[in-house]
């Protein structure tokens, strides 16, 4: 190694002499110009904002734009939505489509519902279109729960209950009952229904399943009920009426009484809204054409921090994930030549943002407890 060094050296040494003399000339040019080395300004060179950065084929910018027309004419974009440059029209109506959808639901605390926009052209299996060959037919919008989140509300329920008996399990009937139309909650009789699924083999408890995974061993069977989930968990986890899927409830009419004349501020609050989400009538329920689980819920309401819930929520995506799933809460889809048929779409949406708001409105204040 040190004889390669030595070998190396001089060789350094000749590189460096060289640099030098290069360096040598260059600041005789400049003083002869009439400029210092250590005065001289070297700049990047500058792309001029009116070149594109991205270079979008003729035939997709006329496809977007093809989009951007049909979405004017069914009045589901202003013209003050779309900004004054732009490159790609579809990115443009993504935006503009979803301002409009804000000024609809307006602002939210625990959810927060998300809206796109696909072109498709195969109607079979609405693959997205590729850039050599740009021909959109439809728009298909799809709307979900980007990252859904545990809202704990045992507390608040319980404390309705305390003030008016029944009005808990009303208001989390009326919760589960319209958040099937406008936006899914995964609630604990939900949590209920799919351990039966999961764990029980369809059965009301565990019972068949432990005795085909133990037999009549006496010991396993107990050791396996510590380590699953068990009805008796579901039964000490949950009062009755939060699992019961016909609970003793209140009518409108009870509620509205509450709403206007209890002597309590938070169980009139939360009558208000609870009869306000029960009134809404909506004409259709999404059904998912697939053969697997639908996992698109907008929120997991739990008892308490770390209940059961949580565990087979967490349980069904698991087991979702290694087959076919839905994780949409709807979706629609419109040829480009029948722009009313979106107008139609618009308007039949309204009751469900306000139920969005609603539901929103009531986990906000279950969750708080007060």
Not at 63 to 75: P, T
Not at 146 to 173: D, Y
Request: glycine content about 6%.
């Amino acid at each position: 190694m040190r004889d390669r060094m030595e070998h190396i050296h001089p060789q350094l040494q000749r590189g460096s002499a060289a640099s030098s003399h290069a360096a040598d000339a260059a600041a005789g040019i400049l003083a002869a110009r009439g400029v210092s080395a250590m005065e001289t300004i070297w700049t990047l060179p500058r792309i001029d904002p009116g070149v594109p950065r991205e270079i979008v084929p003729r035939t997709v910018a006329s496809a977007n734009a093809g989009i951007a027309q049909f979405l004017i004419e069914a009045k589901a974009i202003r013209e003050r939505d779309i900004p004054a440059q732009w490159r790609d029209a579809l990115d443009v109506c993504g935006k503009a489509l979803d301002a409009w959808l804000k000024r609809e639901i307006g602002d939210l605390h625990c959810i927060a519902p998300s809206f796109v926009l696909r072109p498709v052209t195969d109607e079979s299996n609405g693959s997205r279109v590729s850039q050599a060959k740009a021909a959109y037919s439809e728009v298909e919008i799809a709307w979900f729960q980007p990252e859904e989140q545990q809202w704990v509300v045992g507390s608040g329920l319980e404390r309705l209950e305390s003030v008016v008996p029944t009005l808990g399990a009303t208001v989390l009937n009326v919760l589960d009952a319209q958040s099937r139309f406008a936006y899914p909650l995964f609630a604990p009789r939900d949590a209920h229904d799919i351990a039966s699924m999961l764990y029980w083999y369809g059965e009301d408890d565990e019972t068949m399943a432990v005795e085909e995974i133990c037999g009549d061993d006496a010991a396993e069977q107990a050791e396996m009920r510590e380590e699953m989930v068990t009805a008796k968990h579901f039964t000490e986890a949950f009062p009755a009426w939060a699992l019961s899927w016909k609970p003793e409830k209140l009518k409108q009419s009870d509620l509205r009484k509450i709403a206007h004349d209890c002597g309590d501020a938070y169980a009139r609050e939360v009558a208000a809204l609870a009869l306000a989400l029960a009134r809404l009538r909506f004409k259709d329920e999404f059904k998912p054409d697939i053969e697997g689980e639908f996992i698109g819920f907008g929120a997991v309401l739990s008892w308490r921090d770390d209940d059961l819930t949580v565990r087979v929520y967490d349980d069904l995506i698991n087991m979702a994930h290694e087959g076919e799933f839905c994780d949409v809460m709807g979706e629609v889809r419109f040829a480009l030549s029948a722009p009313a048929a979106m107008q139609a779409w618009q308007r039949a949406m309204r009751p469900r943002f306000k139920a969005m708001r609603l539901i929103d409105g009531l986990i906000w204040r279950l969750s708080q407890g007060y």
